[in-house]
């Protein structure tokens, strides 16, 4: 993100409006073969802003292990939910992120007054008013903060799973698709922390 922008302009205007409680939220693993989607909300004190704070894809681990602990000290409120494979089956991936955005919502310890959400759609049934912005981890604080929430519990769940089924690589690829999953796949079958309504066989 760049540093000279004003990465709290959206949240500024909101504030000004009277908006004192804005949350922002993102999920993680959209594209994976296995695992949840996992979403995180986070609601930061008005002005506040975080050094160093972007897209949770853009930072190397590290880095998003240090801006996750001052996130969680930081930040008014947080929130992380998850919708697991079963679920994203039966809802589909979108749905299923949908689900896991409003759950994080709910789990804030403060009502939020405005909700911005990555994306170019919104959860139904937010607990106040919502509006989605396209790439909003690079134009809202807020949606970059619960990006990298989101990661780093969803990667931290992926390695713990690792543990119990080494065979996937998921210390590494984290349940993306990339060739040694597909080969694990092929060689051992899916877990039941695959999802099934996704292709799992590598594409010819």
Not at 21 to 31: K, M, N, P
Not at 51 to 59: E, R
Not at 139 to 168: F, G, W
């Amino acid at each position: 993100m760049d540093e000279t922008a004003d990465v709290i302009a959206r949240e500024r205007a909101l504030w000004t409006e009277g908006f004192a409680r804005v949350a922002g939220t993102d999920e993680a693993g959209r594209g994976c073969l296995a695992g949840p989607v996992v979403a995180a909300a986070v609601i930061l004190p008005e002005g506040h802003r975080i050094a160093g704070l972007d897209d949770s894809k853009k930072l190397p681990e590290k880095k998003r292990d240090r801006l996750r602990a001052q996130i969680e000290d930081e930040a008014a409120a947080f929130g992380v939910g998850q919708c697991a494979p079963a679920e994203i089956d039966e809802l589909n991936i979108l749905h299923a992120a949908m689900e896991a955005m409003r759950r994080a919502v709910r789990q804030l310890a403060l009502s939020p007054d405005y909700v911005l959400v990555d994306g170019n759609r919104c959860p139904e049934a937010l607990p106040a008013p919502a509006e989605a912005l396209v790439k909003g981890d690079q134009r809202s604080h807020a949606i970059a903060a619960a990006s990298v929430l989101a990661k780093t519990a969803r990667d931290a769940a992926m390695h713990a799973l690792h543990e119990e089924h080494p065979h996937y690589g998921w210390n590494t690829n984290v349940g993306y698709p990339t060739a040694a999953h597909y080969d694990a796949l092929a060689e051992h079958g899916p877990t039941t922390h695959h999802r099934r309504s996704f292709r799992l066989e590598r594409r010819s």
